[in-house]
């Protein structure tokens, strides 16, 4: 090897004979710490299928690391998956994304990587690994675990989508199935390792790493059990070496560009509402804050429609959009749209991987002239909101407008006790509110809600509209992430039972129907709720958390402090 890694000089040093022999200690060689120190961040665990796999992952990415002539050194964070089995658990569900990326940010500091493969599968942890690239700015690549093949039974193809309409009626006290019928499913819905068969967030965060450039091509849609997601894994270990030795870095690849490239892709794919919220954390993260916003999410919406066919928008599965042709093929047919001078890992533009893309159709892959739908994801504005998201693709299209009497619900746990009772009906509006970074506290997931309205027949009758978040599985007229937050004060908190609500995707408004006198004498009676959790990590979300439109997570900036601004303070 041609360059020399500062971080090995040092420990070179004799002031530094400890450090080797601690190293050694572990079985390094002499020779072994000669190398380039190569971090291999795996979220390997034993709570969640997304991850169970990726010890196999990380030993075929270390084997690709010795053979380039560097130096592997794992370490793990938690297998994050939301499954919400305790009081206040899937709060901790957007939190841990800041966790997992300050574990990584700590340990390449304190054990001098030169640079990082970063392996992870599901919702949190992807995108945790790109802020750690963010942040890092050193050689990374990110190898996603893949997607869980999806099931089958009675000849039909199955997903947790299958299993949780049939658990949620359970929920719900109105059983459609019988015991027997529901553990068939649950033995059939999940064949093996993976994260959840469709495109989630978790699948849709795998596919925007690719389509950012800091995974290998292919990489964001391989099975999770395939021979492929192994190949991928250890030529990602020797593509780590080089780029290091070229100087690469992670944030030479992850440009404004790169980010614009992601959102075209984002909406040709019609990913999970949840992307967005990481793609804004990403900009922020990097300083770009300005430029990448939900305006500029609104806008590439416009100009790119969804032309995947891929549950839960359509009836294909990943395993279908894989052998499609998968990322690739998606960004070959909406080239045009694309910067294509951009860096990427392999170490060549992606002009240049996708010149070796053959031109691809199928019915999981449209071209654009017959797209599924005009938009993947929409940007609503009006009365009740600064801003909110939506899917457009899982929306019947009787519900792309709607008006309805709404009724409020203080938090998740409220909203489910209440469909229990009875006190929603066809045609209302759910008001899930005081579930944002602020107020959940942690930008809380709300799939519990949206599964009982599936579970009493209400999800093509009703809407839903909350300043948490809608998990990438659910199908219907569901809005998230509506700022300003109820925490804040924003017109969402002053939402009373029976008033109004108007939603019109086509014009992206949502509107609240009372005037503003009326509006103006709640705001002035309106007082802020106890805050939900008083002890432990969550409570830095209630007073410090940045909004949904920057990303949901803790500022981990001097952007706003004063100290910036008066030094001598």
């Known amino acids: ?56 992952v990380a030993d075929a990415v270390k084997a690709g690391v010795w053979q380039a002539g560097g130096t592997p050194f794992e370490f ?35 054990h001098l990587f030169d640079a990082l493969v970063l392996i992870s599968s599901c919702d949190k942890n ?24 999806a099931g089958r039974y009675d000849r039909e193809d199955l997903d947790t989508t299958s299993i ?17 019928d529901l553990r068939a499913l649950e033995d059939h819905a999940c064949p093996g390792a993976g994260s959840c068969a469709l495109l989630g967030t978790a699948n849709t965060m795998q596919c925007l790493s690719e389509a950012l450039g ?4 292919g ?70 804050e300005g430029e990448i916003n939900l305006a500029l999410m609104e806008a590439l919406g416009r100009e790119t429609p969804c032309i995947t066919d891929v549950r839960p928008s359509g009836p294909y599965t990943l395993r279908d959009f894989d052998e499609a042709g998968g990322v690739p093929a998606v960004m070959k047919t909406i080239e045009d749209r694309l910067d294509v001078s951009v860096p990427t890992v392999m170490g060549r533009t992606l002009g240049e991987n996708l010149s070796k893309v053959p031109p691809l159709r199928s019915p999981v892959i449209r071209d654009l002239d017959h797209p599924i739908a005009e938009n993947g994801l929409a940007v609503l504005q009006g009365s009740l909101c600064d801003s909110a998201v939506i899917r457009p693709t899982v929306i019947p299209p009787e519900m792309r407008t709607h008006e309805g009497p709404a009724v409020v619900f203080d938090g998740q746990e409220a909203a489910i006790e209440g469909l229990k009772e009875g006190k929603v009906h066809k045609g209302d509006v759910v008001v899930v509110r005081y579930e944002g970074p602020q107020g959940g506290p942690g930008l809380t997931e709300v799939f519990k809600v949206i599964g009982y309205m599936k579970a009493l027949g209400l999800e ?11 998990s990438g599985f659910a199908q219907g007229p569901f809005i998230c992430q509506i700022t300003p937050e109820a925490a804040l004060g924003g017109p969402l908190a002053l939402v009373q039972d029976g008033d109004v609500i108007a939603i019109d995707i086509s014009n ?22 106890a805050p939900r959790v008083k002890r432990g990590f969550l409570t830095l979300y209630t007073r410090l958390a940045l909004p949904a439109t920057r990303g949901a997570g803790l500022d981990l900036t001097l952007k706003n402090d004063r100290i910036l601004e008066e030094p001598g303070l």
């Open 126 to 149: 992807v995108p945790a690994h790109l802020l750690a690239a963010a942040r890092l700015g050193i050689p990374a690549i990110l190898v996603p675990g893949g997607p869980m093949d």
């Open 460 to 470: 093509r009758d009703c809407a839903l509209v909350t300043d948490g978040k809608i």
């Open 219 to 288: 990489g964001g849609t391989a099975l999770a059990t395939s021979a492929r997601r192994l190949w991928i894994a250890k030529e990602s270990g020797r593509q780590i070496v080089r780029l290091w030795e070229e100087g690469l870095k992670a944030t030479d690849i992850l440009t404004a560009k790169g980010l614009k490239n992601a959102i075209h892709v984002l909406h040709a794919i019609g990913g999970s509402t949840n992307a967005i919220v990481h793609l804004l954390a990403l900009a922020y993260e990097l300083g770009m």
């Open 164 to 180: 949780d309409r049939e658990c949620w009626a359970f929920g719900a006290g109105v059983p459609r199935v019988s015991p027997e």
């Open 214 to 217: 800091l995974t290998l091509p």
């Open 1 to 56: 090897m041609k360059r020399k890694s500062k971080n090995v000089e040092f420990l070179q040093l004799p002031e530094n004979a400890r450090a080797r022999a601690l190293q050694r200690a572990m079985g390094y060689t002499s020779e072994d710490l000669k190398r380039p120190r190569i971090g291999i961040a795996n979220t390997w665990g034993e709570t969640s299928p997304g991850h169970i796999h990726l010890r196999a």
């Open 76 to 110: 793990n964070s938690f297998a994050m998956c939301p499954m919400d089995v305790g009081r206040h658990g899937i709060r901790y569900d957007t939190p841990t994304r800041d966790i997992i990326a300050a574990a990584v940010e700590a340990s390449t500091h304190l």
């Open 508 to 529: 992206r408004s949502l509107d609240l129907k009372v005037n503003p006198e009326e509006m103006s004498r709640r705001k002035k009676s309106w007082r802020p709720p």
